[in-house]
């Protein structure tokens, strides 16, 4: 991997984009080759790449997987079987006066245009003879949000190529992505690095008298502050976890704009919270709650049990198993408790959150997704080099129906069985005061 991946400092132009971590352009030819060992069997002349911001910024994963640039004004490029590969990215405004700030981030593609509507995409398609061959369009497949490609876009391109042929290649790209490279891990180290730090914040900054909002920017601070992209993905919630049953959301964390609120934290409060960390686009997941006060012996209960699932998940991750192997080991142990879970899984983790493959849900829940219940993707194997977020997300209906606690980390398959990339603390997160 290139040394300004993970040592700061300039590089060619002393500009201070320099300092962005980058991947190699070793990196960038083992991924455009094995993209057009694809494209060529499936008889494609180029793809057609639509990248947008949608969904914390997980629409532009493909594009920033083949191109190295993940821009927050939308993005589309032309990526040829043969040649140099074309992307329309930013306002013309951020072009002047000497062209996109992509130029000095990123060496992988050098010709970038300003990005003015998809006019200009179909005039370089027809000047380069692609107007009647075969075009793969590459959007986003996630389990949760399928295809992000927006139809006007689509219509616009149809009409004004109308002989043609658009194919869905969006899963041979995403199909590559499940197997990370060596500067991929690299990446996604330094991710789970700074997840660590944010852990480590929240348990600081749970006091009696913080206001949400206020450890909530804490969290965000100390990833920004120590480098992290700022794309701000922070599932939490707050609350006492005594009271009245049906008034609390504290079996998971919430979303903007529910959370940050003004609320101030107290004695008996539980926070919990699903967030990642992103260095360079790469994401590291981590689950993690904090007790205010002397916790009672229920939650403490939930955690042993959360922990059992989490160290039988780790043992089972191991290249050959199964996914099904994993998922009914992690799962044993919350079973036999006889508590039940929102979440008890993983799923894939990189550019996006989730990536394939996915299982988080209860087989055959009537209620989700089967994209996200392991349906049909049982017998899958465990391989070398996949990374996977895990989900756990236990509680007892025994005793309480909308408490529990979360627990995960980023976890890394390596030949020799798995290791986590956060190193979350399992000790009961509880901080007794007083």
Known sequence: MDESATSPGPRGDAH?????????????????????????????????IIGNDSHWDMG?????????????????????LEGEPIVWTQLRMQHIPSGSRYLHTQDWVRDIRPISGPAPIVGVLREKKYDRGKIGLVGMKSPIMTDIVPWSTYEYFRKGLPDATFVDATILVEYLRIIKSPEEIAMLEKAGGLARKMVDTLIASAEPGTKECELYANMIHTEISNGGEPVIFNLLSSGPVSGPAGNRHLLHGSEQPAVPSMRTLGMGDLVITEFHASWAGYLAAAEFSVFIGKAPGELKRIHDVSVQCLERLIEKMRPGNTLREVWEAEREPCYRAGMDFVELGFHGHGLASPEHPIVVYELGASDASPTMTGEKIGDLLIREDMVFGMNIDIHDPRWNKDVGLMLGDTLHVTKNGARLLVNIPLDFPQKALG
């Open 60 to 80: 532009m994963a493909n594009m920033r997987y083949v191109t190295h640039i993940g821009s927050k004004t939308d993005a589309i490029a032309i990526f040829p």
């Open 16 to 48: 201070h984009a320099s300092y962005v971590p980058r991947l190699s352009i070793a990196e960038r030819d083992r991924r455009w080759s094995l993209i057009r060992e694809r494209m060529a069997v499936e008889g494609l002349e180029c793809l057609l």
